[in-house]
């Protein structure tokens, strides 16, 4: 399986996974809160922070028909230009937030939403470009980012199979050579019951390509299966707090639970390991709880091995439990006291 190279970090299997903080709408229009959201990445072991790179008039109209009403969700209630409004992420902060994570040794990239945007991050020089689930299908959009050559993303919601080959290799034919696929369940919050984990590997194995998942469940228990799973990226909403409303700011997490995620992800990778059997060095110390052939009572010289005078217990230092059968009846080649491991020194035949 290909890995693919964003800035000094290497990403598929085999290397750590690659941690994305999504800032996404959680600034609130507010560039303080923005600044303090990736510096919270950072003290919670992202690898990463994102933006979304959009204007109200790039994403949709201002129009108030039936069909520009947001229903079904948790945004329902406004139509999809107020949405954006309050949600975007305003072009003048972007040179200065990357600088902040930059400095923070983070790596900082976006998802355009039109040409406009992919032309104005080439200006950024990110490393990286992000194509967002309800994006997956914009095929003009998907040329703009493949022409970069730079390293692309791609969540996979609301893409059937054929679709999601369709874009794959729309962007292989127009310059991308690296690509990640992300498993994403489009709804805001996701619930578990529809991650379908499983299909990170199938992604995988299909395309040729590292997968991982973009989640939008609560929680972390979810991104820290993808990761047992396979995963090699997770992406994930950071916010200050989700007591200060927002639109993304129900379904993110907060500060010490994306470090709570982070930490269970490394642990869990500890845990993966390799295939092996053998004994490692502290399971090694748990050997003398293992059972073991004893003299449980003083046996003479000469005397024969009886069940009752050798048992199999704890600890393990003395011979296999398996040679029991072949002991009992042979002769003690030496006195034995009772406590005493038994070695194949101590076993002799009948005389």
């Not at 992300?182 to 390509?209: D, Q, V």
């Not at 299966?225 to 990226?233: K, M, R």
């Not at 129900?250 to 092996?276: H, Y």
């Not at 060095?281 to 000469?302: D, H, M, T, W, Y």
Request: hydrophobic residues 40%; aromatic residues 8%; charged residues 20%.
């Amino acid at each position: 399986m290909p890995t693919i190279q964003i800035n000094r970090r290497t990403v598929g299997t085999g290397h750590p996974a690659y941690i994305i903080a999504e800032v996404s709408a959680n600034h609130n229009q507010d560039f303080d809160q923005a600044k303090r959201i990736i510096e919270a990445a950072k003290e919670a072991g992202a690898d990463a922070v994102k933006l979304q790179t959009y204007t109200p008039d790039t994403l949709t109209i201002d129009c108030n028909n039936a069909y520009f009403q947001i229903k079904g969700t948790l945004w329902e209630g406004r139509n999809l230009y107020q949405l954006y409004q309050e949600a975007y992420t305003p072009w003048e902060w972007h040179p200065k937030l990357q600088q902040i994570a930059l400095d923070l040794g983070l790596d900082f990239f976006s998802t355009p939403f039109d040409a406009t945007a992919v032309a104005f991050l080439e200006t950024l020089r990110v490393p990286a470009y992000k194509v967002a689930s309800f994006e997956n299908g914009d095929i003009p959009l998907l040329k703009e980012i493949a022409k970069t050559g730079k390293p692309v993303i791609m969540s996979t919601g609301l893409a059937t199979l054929g679709e999601i080959d369709e874009a794959v290799q729309t962007l292989k034919t127009a310059g991308t050579n690296q690509l990640i696929l992300l498993k994403c369940t489009s709804a805001y919050p996701a619930p578990p019951e529809e991650a379908n984990l499983r299909t990170i590997r199938h992604l995988s194995e299909t395309f040729g390509a590292p997968a991982g998942l973009s989640d939008h469940t609560l929680g972390i228990s979810v991104p820290v299966a993808a990761v047992v799973l396979g995963a090699c990226v997770i992406e994930k909403h950071l916010t200050f707090s989700r007591n200060i409303p927002g639109p993304d700011s129900a379904f993110s997490l907060e500060p010490d639970e994306f470090k709570a995620m982070v930490d269970a992800i490394r642990t869990a990778e500890k845990a993966m390991g390799t295939v092996t059997y053998a004994i490692g060095p502290k399971q090694a110390e748990s050997r003398a709880f293992r059972r073991s052939l004893f003299a449980v009572e003083n046996i003479p010289q000469g005397a024969v091995f009886t069940r009752q005078n050798v048992r199999s217990i704890r600890p393990g230092y003395g011979l296999h439990p398996r040679y029991l059968e072949q002991i009992i009846g042979q002769c003690a080649t030496t006195t034995i006291h009772r406590g005493t491991p038994l070695e194949w020194s101590h076993v002799g035949p009948v005389s």
